[in-house]
């Protein structure tokens, strides 16, 4: 069955210091790979997506993510988070084609002091 | 990006009862979508609404329990129906087909408590 594991749920961070959330999926054919954010008291947002091409995307705000497919893998990074990027952080999956179904992670809430 | 509006964006309601959430999108979109979010959980996705048929349920969702309406392209409901404490939640609508087809955008969320 498909899934989506992000192995940090909880990571506490100062304000500066570079950051790397883990996201690794299980499912056998070409995906499309999704991070999205959801700000306190704020609706999700997207924050960068990959469908094909470079594996390296940029996203809003600094962040990207690195889609390695012999990993399974699409890590979040930014170099200098900063207070502001205190959110929940959840990874998507979807198989590339027809089926529109995300896959989530279960998330990672980020808390960064200033 | 789509400007989606969900009513109510909170409730409390008694065990038993139903609850009707409407979700607004600002233009005409093909995919619909309702999604739960229970606290330290991840997204469950309940059902893809479509305009003029029967919604797509996910497993372990049924429609007597959570019907959706889709009568145009730019709203829908889902009700929670006969609720008990297990179904507080968050309640979030998405849509696709907006710019580039295969993003998802999110509405506010409802969040339900169920006493």
């Known amino acids: 069955a498909q899934s989506v594991s992000q192995h940090n749920h909880h990571v506490i961070l100062s304000e500066a210091a570079s950051l790397e959330l883990g996201c690794n999926y299980s499912?056998?054919?070409?995906?499309?790979l999704f991070w999205y954010v959801q700000y306190p008291g704020q609706h999700l947002q997207l924050l960068l997506k990959y469908f094909s091409g470079d594996p390296l995307v940029k996203g809003i705000k600094g962040f990207e993510a690195e889609f390695i497919k012999s990993k399974f893998s699409f890590n979040l990074r930014k170099p200098s988070v900063q207070w502001s990027d205190t959110a929940e952080y959840f990874c998507?999956?979807?198989?590339?084609?027809?089926?529109?179904?995300?896959?989530w992670g279960l998330g990672t809430s980020l808390a960064v002091n200033p | 990006s789509a400007v989606i509006s969900q009513k109510p964006s909170r409730d409390i309601c008694q065990r038993g009862t139903s609850l009707t959430i409407q979700c607004q999108v600002d233009?005409?979109?093909?995919?619909m979508f309702w999604y739960r979010q229970q606290p330290g959980q991840s997204l469950t996705l309940i059902a893809t609404?479509?305009?003029?048929?029967?919604?797509?349920?996910e497993s372990g969702f049924v429609i007597d329990k959570f019907p959706i309406s889709r009568p145009n392209l730019t709203f829908s409901t889902l009700t929670v129906s006969n609720m008990s404490p297990e179904d507080s939640s968050i309640y979030l609508c998405s849509v696709e087909g907006l710019g580039d087809r295969y993003e998802q955008y999110f509405g506010p969320g409802t969040r339900l408590t169920v006493t």
């Open positions: 499912y056998g054919g070409t995906v499309n």
């Open positions: 609404a479509n305009q003029g048929s029967e919604a797509t349920y």
């Open positions: 998507a999956v979807r198989g590339a084609g027809n089926n529109r179904k995300l896959i």
């Open positions: 233009s005409q979109v093909t995919m």
